[in-house]
């Protein structure tokens, strides 16, 4: 006020003492020390209303000045109070302000003089001024758009009067401005409009106002937006429509707010503090409501933790998202909104760049940290508390901040730099860390809620940990502004640990009873905080650790920098001093070294050993900064050599000074920090041995989404100090072994990472024990992280380790890795594998060079070597991926797999899981070859490999098919009882187009798909997953229908739908059969085609294996097509004579080619081909091809022409006799195999065998014929025979040209080396066969046209039989049962002494018997042998000791596969035998149907002799043993009337029912036969009265027809 003018103001007493304690002793004090502010002063003093005839100019200025007064410092004290508390002042001002606008107008109507009038105007401006701020600072503060809005434009108008009353001031001769010293506040008002007022300082100030004004109208508009995206939301829609004019509204409400609060060059705080304020006033009591079971929380997971977790429902007030903001609209909640959601939801509604909302929150962040320190600072009563809400609002923009960093995390954008300056999170983070430091103890006193501000306090480290970690993941941000931010953490961490370890230490060594709660908890809560630090300052310090440059040097850890001090003018190494001294207190804590055993403590101690041993860990990998080594050295008077440290002192000698005896710095440097990282592995392995108890233990850890805390930290320095160590030797980091002078260091290190990385992922580099825990399939947390661990597993199998690593550490690269873009090399290889051309004939026979179909272009791409140097992540990646794709390559089928369950396994049987699981790993190891492939495709290995895994799945699944015509016909292992009939005799040109004809008119189709790649992804064992290959190969022949090549899908959906018809149907077994027989052709063709393109490899000499290996494996695979003489495909067929002799001949091919290849020396590679067991295949091949053209006519005598059958058969033997001249010297020489044990590795010995079997099959076939023929084939079959011998004195015991003494002279050589192959070998069960069958085919070598069935060993002369020892029996049948009988000797669980062995490198005859369906069918023929035998004997109790082994045995796998499968989605095993056809359930019913016919044979007899006494006893016997057959079978009538209408051999109920009606009627009934006339009932009824019979004469048999019946009912 104008000192000219306080006389005349002030001259009534009682105003002069007011105006005097107001503005003298203080308007606040007087309101503090009063309990009611109206209890002393009025609101209003003096009339108020008044005019010029009631109240003098004198009086009335007296009034207006004294409430003008008042009104200014009730206005700066409710700008004051940030508490919000203006229920009394602001009250007051509401009636002051409008009453001084009446007394103010009246005041201005006096007539008065002009300096009364120079007075009036300067009350007047006063007045103005503080109506237009006041108004300004209420509409601020209201939440009411309208009211706000009114305030606003109030404001404005008070503004201007105030303008125009100040320029007539002036002009009436006053003073330029008008000074207002008592409105201002140092502390809350900033500006210099509150300390005096001028035209020009009010002009600025209305700037402001109009930019506020901004504001208003923003809000405006957003409300009425929000409000019509309201009226538009029906009560059924799930979300706003929003128009795309409203998106243009939205964009540019939030561009306005956007442009005035961004950072500007200015740094004024009054924008971002009316943001601010603004944000307090409208969630300032939301956000207190901290959710304190997180907050509180010291283990919660930061890296994981959301701001959400923590903020519930005001999290989503200022909204992070479009949902969010489309939620907030939706609700009730956007009536009165604060500027912050307007911003946010604009922008979010609009689709627009949010990047803005990032340097906005920076702003607010950085304006509540300086509230709350300028607050903290202040004397006022609640300033803890107000301080607190500053903290609250600084955490809660940091929260939005860090998870709009991590939401853009991927976004590059350097212009965001300036925003996010040093300046801003050095504020930011060292406030954060100021509050972890323990207040003074009166400001502790003074907080009301200690809980809520510890709880703040709790939350700021969460925050703080969140930002830092978004900052970390940020793009957008500089290298130099991240590393500054994570010291400055970093260095607030330490201080905080050491001030925790100083409370906690102080906790410990308290006289206070250890058991009491408050102790307990207080030493739990600090136990905790000890932990959170420790695990945020192991995370930062394993993330960014010492570094060795590319000249040696070393870049310590810049958090080791910053807590140091390097760079600066001084260096400090206290601090870091202080956080190992901190750490070697835990250490001896924890190592129970000091006095701290109760149980509490003692439960402490686990909770620390994790926290604690991993920031020990940690800080062992940022070596660098510590006292001079030397210095150090000499003062402890000792002097270690690098021996203590190195493998020798030489080796670090010649590593550091090659040539020169004093070292330099650097080379001194390079030493030491050698020294260190040896001392540093020590430690690491010392700290990781004592926790190794808690390294797979997980919890809320940081990072815990990569595996355990401590095994990942001890992986992450342990990783890096290994990469700094190949740096510091100047090696590549690629290397497989460490450097010369660190090996010892390098062993310890890498000891210790498989013990931690067998923590962290399952698996150990250094010892066999694998873990099969499931829930360890974490995955590495980085590019870096997959390379380190791929080095470390290089390193341990290197070159000197023979073992093979773990494949899941290459699965578990495999999952840090991007997904693969498949190359050009890549989709070249797999279109030709995978291609589904029907045509697998060319295929399979082509003989040129060049694999048809097969792009060569992919030959001549370039390949890069493993292990080039690595300049970028996209580098790195590629070197990973062909060094994984190399080691699972190499890596055995048997190791390839995962321990994770399989989907689709419920219920699955042992054996099927397990056939699952290795489907699963070839299809593994086939992806994995063929991924190696793509980068080095003439590597022939790969190919041979991948022809294997083909080869292996496709005989997995043929080893379970029951197959319903048996590969062995042993129809002629006895003589039959009729004469031969003549056969129809073609000529070889006939018999060839009639072949030929037959085989290309069949229907069959190989397989069906657009693509083979599903036969070897799919496990055809599960049925689960057979019917998801189902649905695939379904859903791509839809989508290729009608695309291309019509005509072949449409035939295929056409097979698909009549398979699928039969699953319709239930039959769960046909079903999967019919895709067992797809998936073998596929795989087969798939296996060829590898096979054709490594032959092209290997005779072009691209790669390294002789073309005679690759020649040999095509004819193995193509001779193991004739396996069982069944072709593969839909549907399975019996295999024709044309395609047999096809696959034969070309086997015979590549056999002939592998010979041939294996004599030329053009290739670098030797041939490893052993020609003798090729020669002998080829001779196998020879008599196969023979085997299809014996049907040729015969020649005549005349006629030298001979028939193709002897041509072949003569090649055959010639092969097998040059195979063994070849194998015994080979023998002889140590070189071949002579297995004793059995089996199939007879080395020799098969060859000799072979050669006399087939010499003699070529007999037998001759003397088989029908008599008009048989002269010609018995001349034909000694041409064939008598190309070798067996013993040449054979040929001199006749000398004439009778065929008969031919035939027997070559039969008796035949016999003798058979015979001798026996001898040699006792369990040679083929040689074993064949003599018997030799023996029981002896009177027909004598005599063809001899009666056979009376089988005395008389009817051949004694001159004869001498010369074959085994002919020394009473009949035939029993010198053949005397050495058939050897297989049956005893009870075995395979029943017959029947083995299959395989030798390290198998021969291709090995390779091709060593698998389960040909052990079976061996079985199988020998079983069928030995029971005919016994018939011939009429030995019928060893066929019943059989059978009853045979019912004891296990199930064979065959046979278990087609039980298993009839219970697929809820069906039931068929019991009865009538139904089965696997090897089992054959053998029974060979059994069987053997007794059933010597019953019948006795039955026969009977009739014919009559039933005497002795006959009854015998029917008798025969009755109950048709009895015990009947019911082995397990048949219900039913199922016999359906066996027999489908002309099943039912002998045993025949027999059964025979003997039933002969006892009944007294003679011998043979006139029931089971071929379809009889009727059920009749069955029924004659079944029921035979077993009823058998009841009354066997008591002691358990009668169990009426249980079949039942069985059946219910089924």
């Given at each position: 006020m104008h000192r000219r003018h306080v006389y005349v103001v002030f001259a009534d007493s009682c105003l002069v003492l007011v105006c005097f304690i107001l503005t003298v002793i203080g308007f606040d004090k007087i309101s503090d020390a009063a309990e009611s502010y109206s209890d002393l002063v009025s609101p209003w003093y003096g009339a108020e209303d008044f005019d010029e005839a009631n109240l003098c100019f004198e009086r009335a200025l007296q009034v207006v000045s004294v409430n003008l007064l008042v009104a200014e410092l009730r206005f700066k004290k409710c700008e004051c109070n940030e508490s919000g508390d203006l229920s009394n002042d602001g009250i007051k001002l509401d009636f002051i302000v409008p009453n001084l606008l009446h007394c103010v107008s009246i005041l201005s109507r006096y007539d008065t003089s002009d300096d009364q009038i120079a007075i009036t105007l300067e009350l007047k401006c006063r007045y103005y001024w503080l109506a237009s701020t006041y108004y300004t600072w209420l509409g601020h503060r209201c939440n009411d758009i309208s009211i706000s809005k009114d305030a606003d434009n109030l404001s404005l108008e008070y503004l201007d009067i105030c303008l125009e009353s100040l320029s007539e001031y002036q002009q009436l001769g006053g003073e330029q401005s008008i000074k207002t010293p008592h409105l201002v506040s140092p502390d809350h008002r900033h500006g210099i409009h509150w300390a005096s007022l001028s035209v020009d300082v009010l002009m600025s100030y209305k700037q402001y106002l109009l930019s506020t004004v901004v504001v208003s109208k923003v809000r405006q508009d957003f409300h009425t937006i929000s409000c019509q995206l309201k009226e538009g939301l029906s009560t059924n829609a799930k979300a706003l429509s929003i128009a795309e004019d409203q998106k243009m509204e939205l964009s540019s409400l939030g561009a306005k707010l956007v442009n005035r609060y961004k950072p500007g060059k200015e740094k004024s705080n009054e924008k971002i503090e009316e943001l601010f304020n603004d944000f307090i006033l409208t969630h300032g009591d939301h956000i207190i409501n901290i959710d304190e079971s997180v907050s509180n929380n010291w283990e919660i997971a930061i890296s994981t933790s959301k701001g959400k977790d923590v903020w519930g429902n005001v999290w989503s007030a200022i909204p992070s998202t479009k949902t969010e903001s489309i939620e907030q609209v939706s609700s009730a909640l956007l009536s009165s909104p604060s500027i912050l959601q307007v911003l946010s939801c604009s922008l979010f509604l609009s689709?627009?760049?949010?990047?803005?909302?990032?340097?906005?929150?920076?702003?607010?962040?950085?304006?509540?940290?300086?509230?709350?320190?300028?607050?903290?600072?202040?004397?006022?009563?609640?300033?803890?508390?107000?301080?607190?809400?500053?903290?609250?609002?600084?955490?809660?923009?940091?929260?939005?901040?860090?998870?709009?960093?991590?939401?853009?995390?991927?976004?590059?954008?350097?212009?965001?730099?300036?925003?996010?300056?040093?300046?801003?999170?050095?504020?930011?983070?060292?406030?954060?860390?100021?509050?972890?430091?323990?207040?003074?103890?009166?400001?502790?006193?003074?907080?009301?809620?200690?809980?809520?501000?510890?709880?703040a306090r709790h939350a700021l480290f969460h925050s703080?940990?969140?930002?830092?970690?978004?900052?970390?993941?940020?793009?957008?941000?500089?290298?130099?502004?991240?590393?500054?931010?994570?010291?400055?953490?970093?260095?607030?961490?330490?201080?905080?640990?050491?001030?925790?370890?100083?409370?906690?230490?102080?906790?410990?060594?308290?006289?206070?009873?250890?058991?009491?709660?408050?102790?307990?908890?207080?030493?739990?809560?600090?136990?905790s905080k000890i932990c959170f630090i420790a695990n945020e300052l192991a995370e930062l310090m394993s993330k960014c650790t010492t570094c060795i440059d590319s000249e040696g040097n070393a870049r310590v850890s810049h958090l080791i920098k910053g807590l140091v001090g390097l760079g600066n003018e001084s260096i400090d190494v206290a601090p870091l001093a202080q956080f190992s001294d901190s750490l070697i207190w835990f250490w001896n804590f924890m190592n129970n070294r000091i006095d701290a055993t109760s149980p509490s403590e003692n439960a402490v101690k686990d909770r620390l050993l994790v926290s604690v041993c991993a920031t020990m860990i940690a800080l062992c990998g940022s070596p660098g900064v510590s006292v001079n080594f030397a210095q150090s050295i000499s003062e402890r008077k000792c002097s270690p050599t690098n021996s203590d440290y190195f493998d020798s002192d030489s080796s670090v000698n010649g590593v550091f000074l090659p040539d020169v005896s004093a070292e330099s710095e650097l080379q001194h440097s390079k030493r030491s920090l050698a020294r260190k990282y040896s001392q540093l592995t020590q430690c690491v392995s010392l700290v990781f041995e004592f926790s190794e108890r808690a390294a797979s233990r997980v919890g809320c850890y940081p990072s815990s989404r990569y595996g355990p805390f401590l095994s990942l930290v001890t992986v992450r320095t342990l990783s890096n100090i290994a990469d700094e160590i190949f740096a510091l030797f100047s090696e590549d980091i690629w290397g497989e072994e460490w450097p010369y002078g660190a090996r010892e260091c390098g062993s310890t290190l890498d000891s210790v990472l498989s013990k931690a990385y067998s923590s962290l992922y399952g698996f150990s580099l250094i010892t066999q024990a694998q873990s099969n825990d499931p829930s360890k399939s974490y995955a590495p947390e980085s590019i870096m992280a997959a390379a380190q661990l791929f080095r470390s597993v290089k390193r341990v199998y290197n070159k000197h380790n023979r073992r093979s690593p773990p494949t899941r550490a290459f699965e578990t690269i495999e999952m840090a890795l991007p997904p693969a873009e498949e190359n050009a090399v890549s989709k070249a290889i797999t279109g030709y594998m995978f291609d589904p051309d029907k045509d697998i004939d060319s295929v399979r026979f082509s003989t040129v060079d060049t694999p048809p179909g097969f792009p060569e272009c992919v030959f001549n791409e370039a390949q890069n070597a493993i292990g080039e140097s690595v300049d970028d992540s996209s580098s790195c990646i590629e070197i990973l991926r062909r060094g994984i794709c190399r080691e699972l390559a190499k890596c055995p089928i048997s190791h390839i797999g995962s321990d994770e369950p399989e989907e689709g396994n419920e219920g699955l049987s042992e054996e099927r899981e397990s056939t699952q699981r290795y489907e699963l790993s070839l299809g593994r190891k086939f992806r994995a070859v063929l991924d190696d492939l793509s980068y080095d495709p003439r590597n022939i290995e790969n190919w041979i490999v991948l022809s294997e895994c083909l080869g292996f799945k496709a005989d997995i699944i043929c080893d379970r098919l029951v197959r319903d015509k048996d590969p062995y016909d042993t129809s002629d292992f006895c003589p039959p009882m009729q004469t031969a009939k003549s056969m129809t005799a073609r000529s070889l040109v006939e018999l060839r187009e009639i072949q030929s004809s037959e085989y290309t008119h069949k229907k069959w189709h190989p397989f069906i798909g657009k693509d083979l790649s599903v036969y070897i992804q799919y496990p055809w064992s599960n049925l689960n997953s057979l019917r998801d290959c189902s649905k695939q190969v379904e859903s791509s022949l839809f989508q290729g229908s009608g695309v291309n090549n019509t005509e072949t899908v449409d035939l295929d959906l056409q097979i698909w739908r009549e398979i699928e018809t039969i699953f319709e149907k239930g039959e769960y077994t046909p079903w999967a059969n019919a895709w067992a027989g797809m998936f073998v052709a596929a795989l087969r063709t798939m296996r060829m085609k590898a096979l054709r393109v490594a032959r092209y490899l290997a005779k072009k000499k691209l790669g390294k294996m002789h073309p005679s290996e690759v020649s040999e494996d095509i004819g193995t695979a193509l001779y193991g097509d004739l396996m069982a003489s069944t072709v593969y495909g839909f549907p399975m067929q019996h295999m024709c004579n044309y395609e047999k002799r096809s696959i034969a001949e070309g086997a015979k091919y590549y056999f002939e080619e592998a010979i041939e290849s294996s004599k030329s020396t053009d290739y670098a590679c030797d041939s490893k081909t052993e020609s003798w067991e090729v020669q002998f295949m080829i001779g196998k091949c020879c008599e196969k091809i023979a085997s299809t053209l014996c049907e040729e006519i015969y020649q005549s005598d005349v006629s030298q022409t001979k028939r193709m059958y002897e041509t072949m058969m003569t090649a055959a033997i010639e092969n097998y006799a040059a195979a063994l001249g070849d194998a015994q010297k080979a023998e002889k020489a140590g070189g071949g195999q002579d297995n004793k044990n059995g089996g199939s590795s007879h080395g020799s010995r098969e060859v000799l065998y072979r050669l006399h079997a087939t010499r003699f099959k070529a007999l037998l076939s001759a003397i088989r014929q029908a008599a008009d023929e048989r002269g010609l084939a018995e001349t034909e079959a000694c041409r064939i025979s008598s190309t070798s011998w067996f013993d040449d004195s054979n040929k001199l015991q006749t000398s004439d040209d009778d065929i008969r003494h031919n035939i027997w002279d070559l039969y008796v050589d035949c016999v003798q080396g058979l015979s001798s192959c026996r001898k040699g070998i006792s369990y040679f069960h083929r040689a074993a066969y064949r003599l018997a069958q030799a023996l029981h085919w002896a009177p027909a070598f004598h005599d063809p046209c001899f009666?056979?069935?009376?089988?005395?060993?008389?009817?051949?002369?004694?001159?004869?039989?001498?010369?074959?020892?085994?002919?020394?029996?009473?009949?035939?049948?029993?010198?053949?049962?005397?050495?058939?009988?050897?297989?049956?000797?005893?009870?075995?669980?395979?029943?017959?002494?029947?083995?299959?062995?395989?030798?390290?490198?198998?021969?291709?005859?090995?390779?091709?018997?060593?698998?389960?369906r040909k052990y079976d069918a061996l079985r199988l023929k020998y079983i069928r042998a030995f029971v005919d035998t016994m018939i011939r004997c009429k030995q019928r109790d060893k066929i019943e000791t059989f059978l009853s082994w045979a019912a004891s045995s296990s199930q064979d796998l065959a046979g278990f596969y087609e039980a298993s499968a009839m219970t697929f989605q809820g069906g039931h095993i068929g019991k009865s035998l009538l139904s089965g056809s696997g090897f089992l359930t054959k053998v029974q019913r060979a059994a069987m149907t053997a007794l059933a016919k010597m019953i019948l044979q006795d039955l026969a007899e009977m009739k014919k002799d009559g039933i005497i006494e002795h006959a009854r006893k015998l029917l008798k016997d025969d009755f109950k043993l048709s009895h015990n057959l009947f019911l082995r079978l397990h048949s219900t009538p039913e199922e016999i009337q359906r066996a027999a209408h489908s002309n099943k051999p039912l002998d045993e109920v025949i027999a059964y029912c025979r003997c039933y009606l002969s006892i009944q009627s007294g003679r011998i009934n043979d006139s029931i036969n089971l071929n379809g006339s009889i009727d059920n009932a009749m069955l029924s009824s004659l079944l029921e009265g035979a077993s009823e019979k058998a009841k009354e004469m066997f008591p002691a048999k358990k009668n169990k027809l009426k249980t079949l019946k039942r069985q059946a009912e219910d089924a």
């Open positions: 689709e627009g760049d949010t990047q803005p909302l990032l340097s906005i929150y920076c702003q607010l962040i950085s304006f509540a940290l300086e509230s709350q320190a300028r607050i903290i600072q202040s004397s006022t009563a609640d300033r803890i508390e107000k301080g607190n809400l500053m903290l609250l609002a600084a955490m809660y923009f940091a929260d939005k901040l860090a998870d709009k960093m991590s939401e853009a995390s991927n976004e590059v954008n350097h212009e965001l730099d300036d925003d996010f300056d040093e300046e801003t999170f050095h504020n930011t983070i060292q406030i954060f860390q100021n509050p972890i430091s323990v207040e003074p103890e009166e400001q502790i006193k003074e907080s009301n809620d200690q809980g809520r501000k510890n709880s703080a940990s969140r930002l830092v970690f978004a900052v970390q993941q940020y793009q957008g941000l500089s290298s130099e502004i991240k590393h500054n931010v994570e010291s400055i953490y970093f260095v607030g961490l330490v201080k905080a640990f050491v001030q925790g370890k100083n409370e906690f230490a102080s906790l410990i060594t308290s006289v206070s009873d250890k058991r009491l709660k408050t102790w307990q908890i207080e030493l739990n809560d600090k136990a009666s056979l069935h009376t089988g005395s060993i008389e009817s051949i002369p004694s001159s004869k039989r001498e010369r074959i020892s085994e002919l020394d029996k009473n009949s035939f049948a029993e010198c053949a049962a005397s050495v058939i009988g050897t297989l049956f000797d005893k009870k075995r669980s395979h029943l017959v002494a029947v083995w299959v062995t395989t030798s390290a490198a198998p021969p291709p005859f090995e390779v091709l018997n060593d698998s389960v």
